[in-house]
């Protein structure tokens, strides 16, 4: 697998995860446990009781099987890919167990060995060698190429799907986990692959209920009668469970009992009296907030999750479904969910919500993520069909010379080329180009683009500046870290250093000599930068709230103008967090302040941050409000400095800011009008783009990101919203004279 890790980076291989000793004893004595080991913080997915490779894909750690010493194949490399094998004609002729029991001793000596191998590769999973290299596929995918029909007859081979089924096995062996998220592509099989697992788990369990939902009621019927019963009704007779009702059932599949396991000490035993009093069911349910209220299932597939229109709602089902996986604590049963998604004012946003919900790395103090779920992301190149090789790896990029497809077709071109020659085509088309970005997304944030209508700054701008942000510049320009007082000595100096686990986000650090410049006055502290840069702030008071939620703090640092050695106009620290208390937010931005030495536009309706920073001694820090003169500030803003959120004046000069940024600096200036139209903007910071793209004006507080951030604008262009003097008329009266003669004479 090291070999094809090379090709694609859907996985990771982790070394020294677990000693060597240790793993050559354990895979010695056969003690490694199929599901989560906390001590090595592995997902082990082996059945075996060996442990082999253990990769990495998307934040957890997946323990594979040992490799068998030996594994049947072609001499030839070039010859060595996947190939399903036909059920043998002898076989394909009986059509149930009470068939096989009437056959003669002799037949069934003859086909038992192949019948034990199917049952031990759905159980353990399948080894094949690929291009000369070991390929493990789990039972579940054997099962699905093997013995699953769908539109095009059998399945491909294909990595970005092997990894799938991987990622679900882990989930399933996971007591932490409730199941899946998957953020997909277009056409890359899930409806299929979803359909294959119904009927695989289906098959195998006692009393048990297997449930299907789709983004309309319809979808999830057409699911369940053209790709699920004609999947179970094909299957080979030793994994066919005896059927209740029709052979063709519109909303209910009912297994009397499971598919029994024959093996050489019972293919002469099994008889229809040892068959009776197990009950398995899949069936389908209309799209609702309440489906399957109340009900036990081990297994629900959600196709099209991002795709569930108002009314309905996935985040509010899914908080009603996930009872249905479990009892008490203990997760009994597990959901595989996957979609593309809607445009986020078309039901993508609630979907968003639970994928961003369902990441792996971040989990709660019983060790799951906030949805319960895991989720995962497979990028368009990776899956795309017609680039698809024979051994089943992308062709990513064209080829020096054509490739034999899986179709036996030759690919002369690579999914990325064909990708960006239709995203050049539809360049002008701001709507289309995010609906080809949400069917093939390259990164997660294509997969949730919005439509640009629906947006009140310019989205084409936006896109266009998160689409060079996530592929140029995010592992290299931006450093993720925390600040602290150098040596633990409050209120000396402040030093940043990077941390994987920091709150911070920044993409430049000031020179030694820029850092921790103060200036004191009259006992109080104030900035020593503040004509390279400011920053925005959008606070919070209470540190806790009922049910652990609440909105983020967010900081925002923006250099301006200036003729020191630093970025110009550009946004240099993103903060947006809610730590375990409020006074810790407090200490953060302080410390950023203090580092940076650049003032901060507070928003004052919270005021506790305001009064951190004057109980401190910073009160120099704070800015006042820049739409009105000193004298003119109310008692407690003089005291405190800070920006009220309340005026509709002040609200749509906030977003006037933002808009009038967004069109200067982010993105292609096409015209030429601010800088060359072929040089990019340079803001990193992926999470205020994606929070720009989604504002909306009439429910600013959902929005920390963007309100810090404008506020960061507003700090640096103050003089913009300073009002006029009035000036008081002079009544000026002049003299009028006489003149005639040598003599002037005044008139009176």
């Known amino acids: ?244 009702g029709m052979d063709k059932p519109k909303t209910e599949l009912a297994f009397r009992i ?35 209220d109340g009900e036990k299932l081990l297994l629900l597939v959600h196709d099209e999750s991002g795709k569930w229109i108002k009314p309905n709602n996935i985040l509010n089902n899914w908080r009603v479904t996930k009872t249905c996986l479990r009892l008490g604590s203990r997760i009994i049963g597990k959901c595989l969910m996957g979609s593309t998604s809607n445009a986020l004012s078309k039901g993508g946003d609630n979907f968003k919500k639970l994928y961003e919900d369902s990441n792996a790395k971040n989990r709660n103090g019983n060790g799951q993520t906030k949805s319960g779920l895991y989720s995962l992301f497979i990028p368009m190149e990776y899956n795309m069909e017609g680039f698809i090789d024979r051994f089943g790896e992308p062709v990513v990029d064209k080829p020096t010379k054509p490739v034999k497809g899986i179709d036996d077709l030759m690919i002369e071109s690579g999914a990325l080329t064909y990708w960006e020659a239709e995203v050049e085509s539809l360049k002008n088309d701001p709507d289309a180009l995010n609906e080809f970005y949400r069917q093939f997304p390259r990164t997660e944030s294509h997969a949730f683009r919005d439509e640009s209508k629906s947006s009140l700054f310019n989205l084409t701008k936006i896109y ?32 940043f250093y990077p941390d994987i686990r920091g709150r911070f986000k920044v993409g430049w650090t000031p020179n030694p000599v820029l850092q921790n410049r103060i200036e004191t006055r009259g006992g109080v502290k104030y900035p020593g930068n503040e004509h390279i840069g400011s920053f925005g702030c959008d606070s919070y008071d209470i540190s806790g709230v009922v049910g652990g939620g609440g909105s983020n703090g967010a900081l925002h640092g923006m250099t301006k103008f200036h003729m020191d050695e630093a970025p110009t106009n550009e946004f240099f620290l993103e903060y947006v967090a809610r730590p375990q208390t409020a006074e810790i937010f407090f200490e953060e931005v302080l410390m950023a302040c203090v580092f940076y030495g650049m003032p901060i536009l507070i928003e004052n309706n919270k005021p506790r941050l305001l009064y951190h920073f004057k109980n401190r001694g910073y009160r120099g820090f704070c800015m006042n409000r820049p739409d009105k003169h000193f004298n003119k500030l109310s008692k407690t803003e003089r005291e405190l400095g800070g920006m009220p959120n309340s005026s509709e004046d002040i609200k749509q000069a906030h977003a006037s800011a933002i808009e009038s940024y967004i069109e200067k600096h982010i993105g292609l200036d096409l015209e030429g009008t601010f800088r060359d139209s072929d040089d990019m903007g340079t803001m990193p910071f992926v999470r205020t783009l994606e929070d720009w793209a989604k504002f909306d004006i009439s429910n600013r507080t959902a929005f920390d990101a963007t309100i810090s951030s404008g506020l960061a604008i507003m700090a640096n262009q103050k003089h913009l919203y300073t009002p006029v003097q009035k000036t008081k008329k002079l009544s000026l009266t002049f003299a009028q004279y006489k003149n005639h003669g040598t003599t002037s004479e005044i008139i009176r």
């Open 258 to 292: 499971p598919a029994s396991k024959i093996t050489k000490k019972n293919m002469h035993l099994l008889s229809i009296d040892e068959l009776d009093g197990l009950d398995t069911t899949i069936d389908w349910k209309n799209t609702d907030d309440n489906s399957y």
């Open 464 to 495: 266009q500046q998160l689409d060079y942000a996530e592929t140029l510049i995010r592992e290299q320009y931006v450093t993720q870290g925390s600040f602290g007082w150098k040596d633990g000595k409050v209120d000396s100096k402040v030093v």
């Open 1 to 244: 697998m090291q070999n094809k890790e090379q090709k694609n980076k859907l996985y990771t291989t982790v070394h020294k995860l677990v000693p060597t000793n240790v793993m050559s004893n354990k895979n010695r004595a056969k003690t490694w446990q199929y599901g989560y080991n906390s001590k090595y913080d592995i997902i082990i997915i082996s059945t075996t009781g060996q442990l082999g490779e253990i990769i990495n894909v998307s934040g957890i750690n997946i323990g594979l099987p040992l490799a068998p010493k030996e594994i049947p194949a072609e001499s030839k490399k070039e010859l060595q890919y996947w190939k399903r094998v036909e059920l043998p004609k002898p076989l394909s002729r009986i059509a149930s167990i009470f068939q096989w029991n009437d056959m003669p001793s002799a037949f069934k000596d003859r086909w038992i060995d192949y019948i034990e191998a199917e049952f031990d590769q759905r159980e353990h999973g399948h080894w094949f060698m690929n291009n000369g290299i070991p390929t493990y596929m789990t039972g579940a995918h054997y099962m699905y190429l093997q013995w699953a029909t769908i539109d095009v007859g059998f399945p491909d081979f294909r990595e970005a799907n092997r990894i799938f089924f991987i990622y679900w096995e882990a989930c399933k062996a996971d007591t932490r986990c409730f199941g899946m998220s998957y953020l997909k592509i277009r056409r890359s099989g899930f409806s299929f692959m979803g359909s294959s697992e119904c009927v695989n788990t289906g098959t195998l369990a006692n009393d048990a209920r297997v449930g299907i939902l789709s983004k309309t009621g319809s979808d999830a019927k057409k699911m369940f009668t053209d790709k699920v019963v004609p999947i179970a009704n094909r299957l080979p007779f030793f994994f066919k469970p005896i059927q209740d």
